[in-house]
């Protein structure tokens, strides 16, 4: 079983859709949960960051984690064009004062006008 | 601010040929990392860097993976000889701390390996 799971994709959504991205994990310890945002042939960029359990909002993007079930998610709301990337859940634990990134395999969405 | 810069971007080598990657992180970014991503996967650490001295080279294939961050800034990432299971996006990242979650990728380099 791998640390985090993510459903691949492809997910294929209209213009102003919201959109529910979902990763699932075994690892209790993890602590840090990321989103990242990656379009084709470029790196991943943070897109959310959230600590522990609990939602936090940043525009049209809203990250929730629920430690209790191994569980987090992030949510686009007025989905655009411009949204469709490449979203890779992330996660690390506080090791000896280094984290390391465990990261899903990434879910590909496609927002069409 | 200049991104982590990588290079070359695109290389494709023959099985048991050696390839080098160079990265150049965020100026001021005390960690570097490297990543492997495989087509369909997510980014897999190789290895990190604080500074010059290695962090985690757990994942890191070293009868055929060597890397270096000599004076605490560059880094090369070398693979002698590659194996077709090599072909991926190699990232580089930086950060500020070896603790932080933000981590700022470069745009990669892509290896085939035929």
């Known amino acids: 079983q791998k640390e985090v799971e993510q459903d691949p994709g492809p997910l294929s959504v209209p213009e102003g859709a919201i959109v529910s991205l979902n990763c699932t994990y075994s690892n209790s310890a993890f602590q840090y949960f990321m989103w990242y945002r990656q379009y084709s042939r470029k790196g991943p960029e943070l897109l959310m960051y959230?600590?522990?359990?609990g939602n936090k909002e940043d525009g049209r993007f809203t990250a929730q984690v629920d430690k209790s079930s191994k569980y987090i998610s992030l949510f686009i709301r007025d989905s655009q064009p411009s949204d469709s990337a490449t979203y890779l859940c992330?996660?690390?634990?506080?090791?000896?004062?280094?984290?390391?990134?465990?990261f899903g395999a990434g879910t590909r969405l496609a927002v069409h006008p | 601010e200049a991104g982590v810069a990588q290079s070359p971007r695109y290389k494709i080598i023959e099985k048991r040929q050696s390839v080098a990657f160079w990265c150049n992180p965020i100026?001021?970014?005390?960690?570097l990392y490297w990543y492997q991503q495989i087509l369909g996967q997510g980014p897999k650490l190789l290895i990190q860097f604080q500074n010059n001295g290695v962090v985690d080279d757990s994942q890191l294939p070293k009868d055929r993976f060597s890397a270096e961050r000599l004076k605490g800034v560059d880094s090369t990432l070398k693979i002698q000889p590659a194996k077709l299971e090599d072909s991926a996006v190699y990232l580089c990242?930086?950060?500020?701390?070896?603790?932080?979650?933000?981590?700022?990728f470069g745009p990669g380099t892509r290896l085939t390996v035929l």
């Open positions: 100026s001021g970014h005390a960690t």
């Open positions: 992330a996660m690390s634990a506080d090791s000896g004062g280094y984290n390391k990134l465990i």
């Open positions: 959230t600590y522990s359990s």
């Open positions: 990242a930086s950060s500020l701390r070896t603790n932080s979650n933000e981590q700022f």
